[in-house]
């Protein structure tokens, strides 16, 4: 016997359809248990995949559990717009209309509509400040890159351990080659500006291989946290465009913009796949 439940793969930040971060949303979530979730996200083998379920605070549209392949996440930004999507899509109702706001173990996260975007406010950082040289030097080791070439290094933590180093220029960034045994547990940012004329104003890659994702295709959470940091440091100007996945094939575009002390982390999202799931009945608590 299983358990039909809604399901839905979401592509987020492309382009255009296919070309972004895609999640896995199972919206029918209650009842099942922890073990089950981490089981399913390992089988979809996505960087995340993710549980709505009811809120337990009262503000909340609704709760959001992150997964990776490797384990559980407070908090991550693709995952927090494709659920948001999928929630929408499915007949969710927010509280206050154009405002979504999402629950899950990092608090509550707020989300607004704009226009054919969606786009969360950066939760605060959990972390931050300039990195300690000797974990510089084990970044750029990782690299392969000279640490000459690392123009700068912050912390850029919102919850998934995010740290960054700033290189010189965008050619540099898609020329890394990492060596992911080095960097181990570390998970590695990597920003440099576009010359003039590019339709991004910087070019990123995330690098999480402790989670069993050597790099990821286009990462909300380090866009939030690498907006605070470029922004208030005077290196990026209040609104700017990032691309990500360029190096792996994909167009993300990540639209940034500080409003009122609020950093605002957007990008399309579209549903590719929908349709049902089908979890052994035993798996979910009260059903059968």
């Known amino acids: 016997m ?48 993710t549980f709505l379920l009811a809120p337990t605070n009262d503000a909340a549209d609704y709760r959001l559990r992150i997964f990776t392949p490797g384990g559980e996440l407070p908090f991550a930004g693709h995952p927090t717009l494709g659920s948001a999507h999928a929630w929408l899509e499915a007949g969710g109702v927010p509280k206050t209309e154009g405002v979504v706001v999402q629950e899950c173990a990092a608090g509550l996260v707020e989300l607004r509509v704009e226009g054919d975007r969606l786009a969360f406010a950066g939760p605060p950082l959990v972390r931050s400040g300039e990195v300690d040289e000797s974990t510089v030097e084990r970044v750029a080791r990782s690299l392969r890159i000279p640490r000459s070439d690392v123009l700068a ?7 998934p351990g995010w740290l960054a180093v700033l290189l010189r220029s965008a050619d540099e960034v898609l020329a890394l080659r990492p060596d992911f045994v080095s960097m181990g547990d570390l998970h590695v940012g990597v920003v440099a500006p576009h010359t003039t004329g590019h339709e991004a104003d910087f070019e990123v890659r995330g690098f999480v291989p402790g989670l069993g994702i050597p790099e990821d295709l286009v990462t909300g959470s380090l866009n939030a946290g690498l907006a605070m940091w470029l922004i208030g440091s005077d290196r990026a100007p209040q609104k700017y465009v990032a691309a990500q996945g360029t190096a792996l094939g994909r167009a993300g575009r990540v639209h940034v913009q500080h409003v009122d002390g609020r950093y605002w982390i957007g990008g399309q999202t579209r549903a590719i796949v929908r349709g049902t799931v089908a979890m052994p009945a035993d798996a979910v608590t009260g059903r059968s």
């Open 153 to 159: 290094a912050e912390w850029v933590d919102n919850g």
């Open 2 to 49: 299983t358990a039909e439940l809604r399901f839905a793969q979401v592509d987020v930040f492309g382009a255009s359809a296919l070309l972004g971060n895609p999640v896995a949303v199972v919206v029918d979530a209650e009842g099942l248990s922890d073990e089950t979730m981490a089981r399913f996200a390992r089988w979809t083998n996505l960087s995340e995949t």
